[in-house]
């Protein structure tokens, strides 16, 4: 390419000189640098940036970058049972195929003329949510699930005027770090024990911490261990008793058999959507909801754009637009609730289309199969010699801790075997739950085959046990 | 040299004869039809059926939901038709000329970076895998990270935020953080900021439990330093700051703003919503800020999404790299790794590394262009702003408040108050015209600081034909304000949708957030 050549780039149409030219005549300058004459010149950057080298050829880039891509090994080349709040379910294409139209793709901040179809698409996220959750309310999804309970207990020291809240110490680190630096140092939290044995809520513990100075409490359920906490009734008629909200965070995708948050005294329940057919995308798949009672006291006390239904100029047509607007930061910045920017509206719309897809029936049906599936998993892994699965003597979901403190290894040494058969095995809670020693957390959704499974369970007695393996499957 | 042998293949002068398409599509749930289904799900195996039956009998009756979400039931087909209307009622970027929607870089996405994304070797990544199997994952977040220090001059950067806003609140708790450390954190509790940096600049830092002090604008648009001197004290804790600020002014006192910050113990963090027109031109460290953020999604090409998933990828100096979120990814050189050891970190905004599709797409976008190419698409942002500055200021009825005689860097804060007196024509009803002609047009964020305002942001992305035609479409609907206001007061008429009835969404007995809400309240 000649040097003349090299400063036309495609993704710059005005690059072109003699269009520069023209605009620049127009303009009535002779070089663009005079654009910058308000700059003084301490102030600019006088060096070129040292970057590399453009890659000018759409070729050339796509054969670097997949060159770096193709060093990752992903969950369609080994066989995956990590999940801990990112997981792995099945993407149905059409989710696909809807999220990456350029209309949904490289939209924005239209408004509810010319980018209706955002508008609706969004305010029918909020209303196939609100089926599933069984609440009124839900808004327009924020960044993700530690993002949304670090609202809701925000939303809670607003709506009660008080400033601690209870945390049960089985919540996901990673979303208890969140919470501690959202809430710091405006509202004080407090981690409230589980029973050593179930997993479930000590509710003396809880007793002894209410106060009338508590927000609310916040429990996972299922919980980040995959237990299903059996209190909830309980739980919440001690906040309320105390004047404090029921906070209950939730993977939305077991609402199909198990019973919904609301129906147990919930007013705030959160969560993350990217189970809903999102990709795990290393994490990017997320979005966080948060959902309430249709109650002023409550709407008036989100963060986040509401899209609500309303009529037009024009008989039977339907219109859409923001609830509440003036309760946001775009419209009174800091004496707005919190704040509202970009979030993650493109998963809140593949959502939509995942949960419209499978209908009552398949959100049932695929809730059945992830329960057969993990009870299969815990049941066969319980076969292993010094292996315990589950952990905690409860119900659980998808999720579950298997222990391994009875077969001499650690966690490390076992997930190491794992990855030679090409198996990623669950995560490690030794750092974050130490009480628990050599144990992790597994995820089994429907994407795992009986065969999956059984491969996982000979792959775990290798690595364990030198013993025949026989005795454990029969071989499928 | 190739021949110019084409001629201009539409005149510019005109606006489309648009029209939007307009399904009249129902909301999903009036779809249902009992029965239909859109997918099936895998089933569990028999034997496993066998061993285990049906898996809910395991729950407790406590624990078991007892009637079925009320879902819709529609066959795969109608759900695909469904969206895809929705789709095509929808403007995205790609299909407009998305310049009217000031502060937000809506520039071109490249394709190509797409096809990266749904790659299995980014879309399948568990963030926890083995660290040896996301090598390639790592790898990019560790490229943009030294990338952007080259751009800030900056020493580390975190991809952690899922949005300008999230970094926002990631540099206040770290303003918090650090003043708790020194003992401080309870007598500092101010942060400064202005009115034309973004909202979330005041709001975010609201949250972190500070007292929030807004400058406003002197005679020439920029924050007024007499304002900031009287607003500095023992009890600052910093700065948040847009430059330039929303009005396309660059504040040339900027490090005047930082140095008398930091005289006074405070920290300072820049605001790089607007970093489009400065790529290469000047940085963060010249001004002496201690942290800054860019959005991947505005200024480095990642797509918009309808607002998210996003990135506000968060940089700070040395001395605050230990109170960044954790993990941040590291080298030696040849391999990478994980860190979560910072002494002094925040903990976390979001869950794990952030949203790592948009990091890629900066990393592919930052790759394509180079040091030069990076240059050349803020000079030709700063090229069309100042073309587009110089036609709308020729319109009638707008103007450009502020900097007269000045160029503005990379986009334009104008107003439509002399439209408005002297035709009773607002902003919001050019907005609902210039719908008619494909084009989208946004006012300003509150408070309405410029009266009627309105923002245009060109980028490198559009054609000067392109924005010629945009301009087309703001003199006809100014036309037609003249001549006939009713016409663009009772807008739109070839849109999706009419005149939209705003007065429910504000009684709290009439909105309805959700179709069953609507039911309720509506239908009964």
């Known amino acids: 390419m000649s040097e003349k050549e090299k400063g036309i780039h495609p993704y710059i149409p005005n690059s072109a000189p003699e269009i520069k030219a023209k605009m620049m005549k127009e303009i009535g300058i002779k070089d663009i640098e005079e654009l910058y004459d308000d700059i003084p010149g301490h102030l600019r950057f006088h060096e070129k ?110 709506i009660t005027g008080r400033k601690e809240a209870l945390v049960s110490d089985t919540v996901s680190p990673e979303r208890l770090m969140a919470i501690r ?5 405006v509202m004080a939290v407090e981690l409230v024990k589980h029973d050593p044995r179930n997993g479930v809520m000590d509710l003396d513990d809880l007793r002894s911490k209410m106060s009338s100075k508590t927000a609310g409490i916040y429990f996972e359920n299922p919980s980040f261990l995959g237990f299903i906490e059996h209190q909830g009734e309980l739980i919440s008629e001690i906040s309320h008793s105390h004047g404090a909200l029921c906070l209950v965070g939730v993977d939305p995708i077991s609402l199909g058999v198990i019973r919904p948050p609301s129906q147990y005294g919930a007013d705030i329940v959160c969560g ?19 959902a309430t009672r249709d109650e002023e006291k409550y709407v008036m006390e989100y963060p986040s754009r509401l899209f609500g239904i309303t009529k037009t100029a024009v008989d039977g047509e339907y219109g859409f637009g923001d609830v509440a607007y003036e309760r946001t930061s775009f419209a009174e910045r800091e004496e707005g609730k919190e704040f509202v920017g970009t979030h993650a509206a493109l998963w809140g719309i593949t959502a939509a289309v995942y949960l419209s897809l499978l209908g009552p029936y398949g959100i049932q049906k695929l809730d ?4 057969q599936k993990s009870q299969y998993a815990m049941k066969n892994l319980s076969e292993i010699k010094g292996v315990r699965a589950p952990y905690f003597d409860s119900p659980h979901f998808k999720e579950f801790v298997v222990d391994f403190n009875g077969t001499g290894k650690t966690v490390e040494e076992i997930n190491e075997a794992l990855l030679s058969k090409n198996i990623f095995g669950g995560i490690s809670l030794k750092a974050e739950f130490p009480e628990l020693g050599e144990s992790a957390l597994y995820c089994v959704t429907e994407i795992h085959t009986k065969e999956d499974l059984d491969h996982l369970v000979r792959s775990i007695h290798e690595s364990v046990n030198t013993e025949d393996i026989s005795s454990v499957v029969k071989k499928g | 040299m190739v021949e110019d042998n084409t001629t201009a293949h539409r005149n510019t002068d005109k606006v489309r004869n648009f029209h939007q398409a307009k399904w009249d599509e129902p909301i999903i749930f009036e779809l249902h039809t009992k029965g ?30 007892i009637k079925a979400p009320a879902l819709p039931e529609i066959s795969q087909m109608r759900v695909l038709k469904h969206f895809l209307r929705l789709s095509q009622h929808c403007l995205g970027a790609d299909l407009n000329v998305d310049i ?6 809506m520039k071109y996405s490249p394709k190509i970076n797409e096809v990266f994304v749904r790659m299995p070797e980014v879309a399948d990544l568990h963030p926890w895998q083995d660290k040896e199997t996301v090598q390639g994952a790592l790898e990019i977040i560790y490229k943009v990270d030294t990338f952007l220090r080259e751009i800030s001059g900056l020493a580390q950067f975190t991809f952690q935020p899922g949005g300008g806003s999230a970094a926002i609140l990631a540099m206040a708790s770290i303003i918090y953080a650090y003043h708790e450390s020194r003992g401080e954190a309870r007598e500092r509790d101010e942060i400064i900021t202005t009115i034309f940096s973004h909202p979330s600049d005041a709001a975010a830092a609201a949250v972190k439990g500070f007292k929030m002090i807004t400058l406003y604008p002197d005679e020439d648009g920029l924050p007024d330093v007499e304002a900031l001197k009287k607003a500095l004290s023992e009890r600052t804790a910093g700065l948040l700051i847009t430059n330039p600020e929303d009005t396309g002014i660059f504040n040339p006192k900027i490090d005047l703003f930082t140095k008398l910050v930091h005289e006074v113990g405070g920290l300072c963090g820049y605001d790089q919503a607007n970093a489009n027109g400065i790529l290469g031109i000047t940085r963060a460290r010249e001004a002496d800020f201690d942290m800054c953020f860019f959005n991947l999604h505005k200024t480095f090409s990642s797509p918009h999404g309808c607002g998210g998933p996003a990135v506000g990828a968060l940089g700070v100096k040395g001395k605050l790299k230990n109170y960044l979120p954790v993990p941040i990814v590291e080298s030696n050189g040849k391999n990478y790794s994980v860190n979560f050891e910072l002494p002094n970190t925040i903990g976390k905004v979001r869950a794990y590394f952030g949203v790592f599709p948009a990091v890629l797409r900066a990393y592919a976008w930052i790759m394509s262009l180079g040091s030069d190419g990076l240059k050349e698409a803020a000079r030709v942002a700063v090229l069309n702003n100042n073309y587009v500055l110089k036609k709308i200021k020729g319109l009638r009825g707008a103007s450009a408040p502020y900097a007269e005689g000045h160029h503005r860097i990379e986009q334009v804060r104008y107003s439509w108050k002399r439209l408005m007196e002297e035709t009773g024509v607002t902003t919001e009803d050019v907005i609902c015209r210039m719908a008619d002609f494909s084009f989208h047009l946004w006012t300003s964020h509150h408070p309405f600081v410029v009266p009627e305002p309105f923002t245009v942001e060109p980028t ?24 006939n206001p009713d016409k663009v007061k009772k807008a739109p008429y070839n849109s999706v949708v009419h005149k939209i009835d705003t007065s429910t969404l504000d009684d709290p007995k009439k909105w309805a957030i959700t179709w069953r809400a609507y039911l309720k309240k509506h239908k009964t």
């Open chain 1, 181 to 185: 630096n959202y809430c710091h140092p």
């Open chain 1, 49 to 158: 940036l040292n970057l590399p080298d453009a890659l000018s050829s759409e070729y050339a880039l796509k054969r670097h970058v997949e060159k770096i891509l193709f060093k990752n090994i992903s969950c369609k080349d080994y066989l995956n049972f990590l999940g801990g709040g990112c997981w792995q379910h099945y993407v149905p294409a059409i989710c696909d195929e809807i999220n990456q139209r350029s209309e949904f793709l490289t939209a924005y901040a239209g408004e509810p003329y010319e980018d209706h179809g955002r508008f609706q698409a969004l305010f029918e996220y909020e209303s196939v949510m609100a089926e599933l959750l069984d609440m009124d309310v839900v808004n327009v999804p924020t960044y993700d699930w530690c993002q949304a309970v670090s609202t809701s207990i925000r939303m809670a020291g607003r």
């Open chain 1, 272 to 290: 993350d959507i990217q189970g809903l057919g999102v990709h795990m995308y290393f994490g990017g798949g997320l979005g966080g909801f948060i």
């Open chain 1, 368 to 371: 059945r199969v992830i329960l």
């Open chain 2, 100 to 105: 009217g929607q000031g502060t937000c870089t």
């Open chain 2, 36 to 65: 239909e289904r859109g997918i099936e799900v895998p089933d569990a195996e028999k034997e496993i059926e066998d061993q285990i039956g049906d898996g809910v009998s395991a729950l407790p009756a406590n624990l078991r939901r």
């Open chain 2, 460 to 483: 490198e992305s559009y054609s000067k034909d392109e924005l010629d035609e945009y301009i087309s479409g703001l003199e006809r609907v100014v036309e037609e304000a003249y001549e």
